[in-house]
């Protein structure tokens, strides 16, 4: 069955710091892949996503994933992270390779923590 | 700009009683779902419906149904209620077939069962 962890349920990194949110998934074929961000008391906004093509892909705020096949992960990074960046942060794949982007199955969530 | 709108951002209710959360989008999406969002569980799938009067269940469809009778709205109904069901409820939208076209939120409706 076709799944998506994130190992780390919190993170808290200090305002300027880089970050790393790690995604694995579990999927036969080439997955499409989202991380979406929930800022408190909001409803989730995509970041970016990837579907097929170049293994690094660019999204809204800064931030970048990369697709990495042989390990089945889509690791969301940004180089400088900002206080605004504190939310709530979900990697998703859509549920049978479907491109209907709506059926996604969601990881587990990994709160992040700015410190200042 | 796109929107979609959930009607109450929190709803207190009794065990039993029958309880129905809506949700309208104004861009013309085809689909429509019905999340729940649990701490460490993420948001998992209730129903989705991809037209008026057509509907599909997700992952966890047992006490929950849903109506689509207008394109723009999709109704989320707990027959009866339970505590079980304390939670916070996400809607969303999206184009139909088009790969690139993102899942759009609502902000969330928080239902708590007493």
């Known amino acids: 069955a076709q799944s998506v962890t994130q190992p780390d349920i919190h993170i808290t990194v200090s305002e300027g710091a880089s970050l790393e949110l790690r995604c694995n998934y579990s999927y036969g074929a080439t997955p499409y892949l989202f991380w979406y961000v929930q800022s408190p008391g909001q409803g989730l906004q995509l970041l970016l996503k990837?579907?097929?093509?170049?293994?690094l892909v660019q999204g809204i705020k800064g931030f970048e994933a990369e697709f990495k096949r042989s390990q089945s992960s889509f690791n969301l990074r940004k180089p400088s992270v900002h206080w605004s960046d504190a939310a709530e942060y979900f990697c998703a794949v859509a549920r049978g390779g479907s491109s209907n982007t709506g059926k996604l199955i969601f990881g587990q969530g990994t709160t992040l923590q700015v410190k200042p | 700009d796109v929107k979609v709108t959930q009607s109450s951002r929190y709803l207190v209710k009794r065990t039993g009683e029958k309880v129905f959360l809506e949700c309208v989008q104004d861009m013309d999406h085809e689909n429509m779902f019905w999340y729940r969002q649990d701490p460490g569980l993420g948001l998992r799938l209730i129903y989705f419906?991809?037209?008026?009067?057509?509907?599909e269940k997700g992952d966890i469809p047992e006490g929950y149904s849903v109506s689509r009778e207008k394109k723009e709205r999709f109704s989320l109904i707990l027959e009866s209620a339970s505590t079980n069901q304390t939670s916070m409820y996400l809607c969303a939208s999206s184009l139909i077939g088009v790969s690139n076209s993102p899942l759009h939120f609502g902000n969330g409706t928080r239902l708590t069962v007493t």
């Open positions: 419906s991809y037209d008026v009067k057509m509907k």
């Open positions: 990837y579907f097929s093509g170049d293994t």
